[in-house]
T-cell receptor
Framework: QKEVEQNSGPLSVPEGAIASLNCTYSDRGSQSFFWYRQYSGKSPELIMS????GDKEDGRFTAQLNKASQYVSLLIRDSQPSDSATYLC????????????FGKGTMLLVSP | GAVVSQHPSRVICKSGTSVKIECRSLDFQATTMFWYRQFPKKSLMLMATSNEGSKATYEQGVEKDKFLINHASLTLSTLTVTSAHPEDSSFYIC?????????????FGQGTRLTVV
């Protein structure tokens, strides 16, 4: 069974700090990896996608992928209280026909 | 990112009636659409996967006769909750994924909060 594991948290960081969110996946054949942010009562919003080993940066967000270790991470620099949300990690094949497997999410709390 | 529009955002219905939820991909052709439900403070639960023009694939434990899914075009999928009961009250969210190449990201609709009274 394909699984994506995340620590449920909450992960608490002070404003301005770096928040580090981690995720592992069980299916070694996974090709595409995503991070979603979900505010309470809202639907998930895609914030990062990554397909190859290494780092991918977009603004304050950096996604890191290590396929050998089956590990994905998301770094949020200069964390803001508005970043407080649940972050979902997802993995799947690089095909529009395939299902993504989601982790249960990590709650991030950024205190002012 | 791409836009997925889900309608309605909130609906209250009487027990025993049916409710239809629409999910549209506005600026890309969605090869596959997914329907999820989510209870408060719980994780996403995949209900079914649908491809345009073919029958939906339901997850184990999801009643296909109760949750009817139609994916008539590459931009529209509908979920109908038939004979709704209070235990069907939940947050229903659709997601659409593109056909291949670079655009294999999955985007979510805004979600529909269903309350059955």
């Amino acid at each position: 069974q394909k699984e994506v594991e995340q620590n449920s948290g909450p992960l608490s960081v002070p404003e301005g700090a770096i928040a580090s969110l981690n995720c592992t996946y069980s299916d070694r054949g996974s090709q595409s990896f995503f991070w979603y942010r979900q505010y309470s009562g809202k639907s998930p919003e895609l914030i990062m996608s990554i397909y190859s080993n290494g780092d991918k940066e977009d603004g304050r967000f950096t996604a890191q992928l290590n396929k050998a270790s089956q590990y994905v991470s998301l770094l949020i620099r200069d964390s803001q209280p508005s970043d407080s949300a649940t972050y979902l990690c997802a993995a799947g094949m690089n095909s529009g026909y395939s299902t993504l497997t989601f982790g249960k999410g990590t709650m991030l709390l950024v205190s002012p | 990112g791409a836009v997925v529009s889900q309608h309605p955002s909130r609906v209250i219905c009487k027990s025993g009636t049916s409710v239809k939820i629409e999910c549209r991909s506005l600026d890309f052709q969605a090869t596959t659409m997914f329907w999820y439900r989510q209870f408060p403070k719980k994780s996403l639960m995949l209900m079914a996967t649908s491809n345009e023009g073919s029958k939906a694939t339901y997850e184990q434990g999801v009643e296909k006769d109760k949750f009817l899914i139609n994916h008539a075009s590459l931009t529209l999928s509908t979920l109908t909750v038939t004979s709704a009961h209070p235990e069907d009250s939940s947050f229903y969210i659709c997601s659409a994924r593109g056909g291949g190449g670079k655009n294999t990201e999955a985007f979510f609709g805004q979600g529909t909060r269903l309350t059955v009274v």
